[in-house]
């Protein structure tokens, strides 16, 4: 069974503190690896899109990378206003996203 | 554009009645779907439509809920009857075909059952 899963679940750091998010799945064709920000209260966001082993996205503290089995979104010095869940999202050969069950995010200052 | 509308935000129905959940997706994408999210299982997808026809229902969990999409720009999930086990906040999301995982998120309703 396709499956992506996700860890931490939960991961408290301080300002400052880089720290890495890990997803790993098992889909038989990968399409597409994408990462989502949710902030409490509202929809999921959209944040990168990853396609190949080996291609990596960055958008300000965030990078995210992929490997054949699993992708990372690295942050580096993270600040408070980078407390969200962070969902990783994979579509395998149909038009269907499967989700992780996300990693929570505190950043304390 | 406002993105994607739903309504309503927040509803509480008692078990048995029936419950009709919105839609209106950004004008111009193709692909409509709907969502649940839970605590214990995460997003879940229950239905996805392309051109205003629905493609795969398979994530639909039982017969209390259909979906329709009679236009490009305006979908609802209706449950019925609604059971406390239905509690979730469901989320429609829309997007262009070839980019599917660039999915822009309502910003969901919180539907608890009572």
């Known amino acids: 069974e396709d499956q992506v899963t996700q860890s931490p679940e939960a991961l408290r750091l301080q300002e400052g503190e880089s720290s890495s998010l890990n997803c790993s799945y098992t889909v038989s064709g990968l399409r597409g690896l994408f990462w989502y920000r949710q902030d409490p209260g509202k929809g999921p966001e959209f944040l990168f899109t990853?396609?190949?082993a080996g291609e990596e996205k960055e958008k300000e503290r965030l990078k995210a990378t992929l490997t054949k089995k699993e992708s990372f979104l690295h942050i580096t010095a993270p600040k408070p206003e980078d407390s969200a869940t962070y969902l990783c999202?994979?579509?395998?050969?149909?038009?269907?996203?499967?989700f992780g069950t996300g990693t929570r995010l505190q950043v304390f200052p | 554009d406002a993105g994607v509308i739903q309504s309503p935000r927040h509803e509480v129905t008692e078990m048995g009645q029936e419950v009709t959940l919105r839609c209106k997706p950004i004008?111009?994408?193709?692909?409509l779907f709907w969502y649940r999210q839970t605590m214990m299982r995460g997003l879940e997808l229950l239905i996805y439509?392309?051109?205003?026809?629905?493609?795969?229902d398979s994530g639909m969990p039982e017969d209390r809920f259909s979906a329709k999409m009679p236009n490009a720009s305006f979908s609802t999930l209706k449950i019925q009857p609604s059971e406390p086990r239905d509690s979730a906040v469901y989320f429609c999301?829309?997007?262009?075909?070839?980019?599917?995982?660039?999915?822009?998120f309502g910003q969901g309703t919180r539907l608890t059952v009572v």
């Open positions: 990853l396609y190949s």
């Open positions: 999202a994979v579509q395998e050969g149909t038009d269907k996203l499967i």
């Open positions: 999301a829309s997007g262009h075909g070839g980019t599917l995982g660039l999915a822009f």
């Open positions: 439509f392309n051109n205003n026809v629905p493609i795969d």
């Open positions: 004008s111009g994408h193709d692909y």
